[in-house]
């Protein structure tokens, strides 16, 4: 179910990014009266799922979900259609436009994607405000993950500064170490200010596994499976963890940490049951899982902050949350061609896409994540790259600075080059997806 879940998320994101990507070029091209063919949500050969025709453009659904199309007369596009550029240009086609109204019918996609992307925030930030952790709040400091721990963190670190600057929200701690490239954090441990500066040599790792620690919270037990260790030894939904083998622990981090070192051993625990301390032992098998799930809503533990806004607020709010997404999409293109990062690594296809939506169908995760998608939409397809939006804006900017067109042969065989790269990215992607997949 989880499955089907992410994946209607998934598609419906998409249809609804690339039915307003290609209106972006076809509302262009029906402003300068350009003849528009075909509109297509996914692609079509040899046959479609729908189709139908109104006007001079034929509108269809095809069964290839790869993205969309529309094919625009007297153009060189993916369709390869030689045969219509061997007759006279026609007034109705996109070769006899000139350049600027070209320029604009090129780029029209990339224009609705931008602005979509800071519309859906815009409106996401007016509906449900804005949710977040402030890094001051996380009081019990940081539980750290084996990265975290060989980079010189410790369980209960509390993070003071990220680059020497206070970082507001805590999910955010990530992105300013590995995109704003600001590698030497200040944590208080105990009463000790320690500085711990994160080498070069870890950015790859970091690339792979970005985040590096939580929000340290107390043991509170949520969920027993019955018949399993936990139930056996008593332990009860509500129970607080207060010691193991008699020394005084209260984090998850610790009772997780416990089960590792005593596995195939008895653990005896110390909680807090209605106010009184209750002992109990639990025979931990050699996997280390006893069957325990603790309690992990945040809200919880700490004071989160909620920002609510108005229409007028949540414009301009909306506005500067789709440039920053925009800067820190272009900081992770930027490490993805730097290969001593190795980022390329990481690249995903379809699959990493798709988990990236929550396995419950949640609105506001969704219009999130559309805007995010919507922004990168627009980023690849403004690549200055044949057969995208971009390698089409690159040759025309040619010819408005020059004067001089492309030929004809030199735009066909850089659409197919462009098509071969485009080919090779997108095998490299999904193969990548089915390598960490299964790996």
Known sequence: ????????????????????HELGHFAFAKLFKTRVEKFYLFFDPWFSLFKIKRGETEYGVGWLPLGGYVKISGMIDESMDKEQLKQPPQPWEFRSKPAW?????????????VVLALFIYSAVLYTWGEEYLPTR????????????????????????TVGGNEVENFQLIAHDILLNEDRNVKVLRGN????????????????????IFYPRFPFIVDEIKKGEPAEKAGL?????????NGRP?????????????????KLELTVERNGQPVDVVVNV??????GVYPVTDISNFFELSHNEYTL?????????????????YLKQLKLIFTPKTKAYESVGGFITIGKIFPATWDWQSFWNLTAFLSIILAIMNILPIPALDGGHVMFLVYEIITGRKPGDKFLEYAQMVGMLILLALLLYANINDIVKLFG
């Not at 998934?10 to 039915?19: A, D, M, N, Q, R």
């Not at 019990?140 to 993070?159: E, H, P, Q």
Request: charged share 20%.
């Open 101 to 113: 109204q070209r320029l604009f019918i090129m780029i029209g996609g990339v224009l609705v994607n």
């Open 137 to 160: 709040n996380v009081k019990y400091g940081v539980t750290c993950d084996s990265l975290a721990l060989k980079l010189g963190f410790r369980n209960g670190d509390k993070i003071l």
């Open 285 to 290: 098998p050699e996997s280390g899982v006893v």
């Open 249 to 265: 622990a209260v984090f998850f981090d610790e009772f997780k940490d416990s089960l590792a070192r005593y596995k195939g051993k």
């Open 236 to 244: 009860v939904k509500g129970d607080k963890l207060v010691a193991i």
């Open 1 to 20: 179910m989880e499955i089907i879940v992410k994946a209607g998320q998934f598609f419906l994101s998409l249809s609804i990014l690339v039915i307003l």
């Open 192 to 211: 000790d200010t320690i500085t711990i500066n994160i080498s070069e040599d870890y950015v790859s790792h970091l690339i792979k596994n970005p985040i």
């Open 312 to 328: 007028v607020q949540a414009i301009p709010a909306g506005i500067k949350k789709g440039i920053s997404t925009i800067k820190s």
